[in-house]
Structures are given as C-alpha cells and as structure tokens.
T-cell receptor
C-alpha cells in the first residue's frame, strides 16, 4: 500500500510565478491536510479538505493561496505570484476518517524555493 | 485546543532510555495525546497515541497520569537513528473538525 505521495519533491520558482504542489493520499483516505514548515520551526496547519470540499482553511493566507481536492486526482495546493517568503517545505497528510484517534499519514513534502 | 509545552532539545547516548515529557494543562475530556517523529527532509511519522494510563507498541511507550495534564514518551535503548524531532500533540474537536496542531517539538540528539 503506497504511502502519501507528493510531487515534485523540489520546486524552484522565480518571484511572481505560480507554484502547484500535488498530493496523492493513501488509498482509501478521503481526508487531506496541508501544512507548511519553515526552517527550524514546527509544522503550521494550512487547510483541511475532504473530497471536493474545503472543511477548514483557517491557516491559509487570504491571498494567493488556494487548495482543492477533486473527486478524481490528487489534491493541489496552488500558490500564485510567489514571493521569497513562500519558500518553505509543504507537507501533505491524509487520514481515512475525521476522528480524534485517527493519526495522520504524511508525505515527504515539497520543498519550494523562490528566487 | 490544548496548548502543549515540551523541551526544545535533549541529548542522550546510545543504549539509554529517553523520556520526553509534554505538558498540556488544559486538555479537554475527549482529547487524545499523539506523538510524531520527524527526520530531516521527511514528513512526520506517527509513533504512538493514547488517552489515559499507559500505551506501548513496538517503538515506544506513552505514560499518561490520571489527571492527563502531562504525558511522557519513553524510547527504550535509543540508537543513533532515533535522532529526530519529536512532536507532542493534543488532538480534539475544534470548530467542528479535528486539526492536529504541531508545536516546535523536541530535538533529540543521540550520541555514540
């Protein structure tokens, strides 16, 4: 059973370009979470999605960031007009159900570098 | 959501037992305590989860006192490969959904 797959592993964008980060959850998992991690810091929650629905986006910046989890295909985190401050590791996690005792399964992240 | 407090860093030596304590004074009745491990350049990995008393698996043990205001992750006989950041999370219902919230974690360094 393949784990959570994220691609690309590394992404370099120039300021003003768009970044698209993809996440394929584990088979059978319909709940997806996105986190951002800056160097030497913990993970910051961004958004929680369940198939075709955004459940909680309280950690998502109001502008330039969007996320989707379509019925078919991977979840996408999209960052428009990237700035240097967007440089970070972005992790996706999935779980089979939304429950307090259902741990998250993480991918190995996408490292975004904005030049 | 209950706030967690854990040491920023710890040092140990191969073969020793390591105990990392996490404080969560305002844990709610239905909250669970979960620990994750993160190696450099990788995503966090679930280690163990508990509600009360003691939980043990093949990797670690988790001790939770009766008042549940703290918890201790115990790693028996650590090796160099246990060098990682360990996160303590209290997971509960917030705003209608369960959003695991990570703090800074404890950076454990195991020395030869």
């Amino acid at each position: 059973n393949a784990g959570v797959m994220q691609n690309p592993r590394h992404l370099v964008r120039r300021r003003g370009q768009e970044a698209r980060l993809r996440c394929s959850p584990m088979k059978g998992h319909s709940h997806v979470y996105w986190y951002r991690q800056l160097p030497e810091e913990g993970l910051k929650f961004m958004v929680y999605l369940q198939k075709e629905n955004i459940i909680d986006e309280s950690g998502m910046p109001k502008e330039r960031f969007s996320a989707e989890f379509p019925k078919e295909g991977p979840s996408i985190l999209r960052i428009q007009q990237v700035v240097r401050g967007d440089s970070a590791a972005y992790f996706c996690a999935s779980s089979p159900r939304a429950a307090v005792d259902s741990p998250l399964h993480f991918g190995n992240g996408t490292r975004l570098t904005v030049t | 959501l209950a706030k967690t407090t854990q040491p920023i860093s710890m040092d140990s030596y191969e073969g020793q037992e390591v105990n990392i304590t996490c404080s969560h004074n305002n844990i709610a009745t239905n909250d669970y305590i979960t620990w994750y491990q993160q190696f450099p350049s990788q995503g966090p990995r679930f280690i163990i989860q508990g509600y009360k008393t003691k939980v043990t698996n093949e990797v670690a043990s988790l001790f939770i006192p009766a008042d549940r205001k703290s918890s201790t992750l115990s790693l028996p006989r650590v090796s160099l490969s246990d060098t990682a950041v360990y996160y303590c999370l209290v997971v509960g219902l917030s705003g209608g959904s369960y959003i695991p919230t990570f703090g800074r974690g404890t950076s454990l360094i195991v020395h030869p």
